[in-house]
């Protein structure tokens, strides 16, 4: 299992910025994928979750209605759409597949006015 997460960087509230999560490994459509946070000094929290198929999504309480957890089963790439971040939303993300311990890298989102 690789992952490869891209697409972070500095956004303003009230901006868009769009996360990459390019996988490897593994037969990507027969896996729940999930995208997680890490603040510093907090521990790591899951955000998004999204089915094999791409039809079931599921959100944590604080990005619901502004983030979207998507897929491309043909790119082997889950995205999360991050609409109208906020200053707290300022963490490193990361991908993971369901039932696998292995962790990319990361990407680092700053939201700063």
């Known amino acids: 299992v690789q992952l490869v997460e891209s697409g972070g960087g500095l956004v303003q509230p009230g901006g868009s910025l769009r996360l990459s999560c390019a996988a490897s490994g593994f037969t990507f459509s027969s896996y729940h994928m999930h995208w997680y946070r890490q603040a510093p000094g907090k521990e790591r929290e899951e955000v998004a979750t999204?089915?094999?198929?791409?039809?079931?999504?599921s959100y944590a309480d604080s990005v619901k209605g502004r983030f979207t957890i998507s897929r491309d089963n043909a790119k082997n790439t889950v995205y999360l759409q991050m609409n109208n971040p906020k200053p707290e939303d300022t963490a490193v993300y990361y991908c993971?597949?369901?039932?696998?311990?292995?962790w990319g890298q990361g990407t680092q989102v700053t939201v700063t006015s």
């Open positions: 999204i089915g094999g198929t791409g039809r079931s999504t």
């Open positions: 993971k597949r369901l039932g696998s311990n292995n």
